[in-house]
């Protein structure tokens, strides 16, 4: 059973950066796949960043060039370094894992991440 436990936001002004931690645990390194979500409130969850073994990673259009997703795989830790963040990146961030195919989850839905961690709140001020 995988357990995701995510720790690191806070409150930051426009411009500054925040690394999120993600401590997982009961996953297989070369199974699994791990992505960040956010839901800001009155919005549905959105994909942030996906990864996928060593090699391949993926960006929302909005994040990309900002945000990077890493794994270590040594301390089972995920993390998701933000930089120049924006008021809009103001939201609760989640980190999540699944089994399924990467090419699957390109399109970062949500219902195909069946492993998520409790969130923890971003918020950006201008």
Sequence with gaps: QVQLAESGGGSVRSGGSLRLSCAASGYHYKSHKFAWFRQAPGKEREGVALLAGDDYASYASSVRGRFTISLDNANKTLFLQMNSLKPEDTAMYYCAASLRA???????????????GQGTQVTVSS
């Design 102 to 116: 990467w090419n699957y989850l390109i399109n970062l839905r949500p219902s195909d991440f069946p492993y998520w």
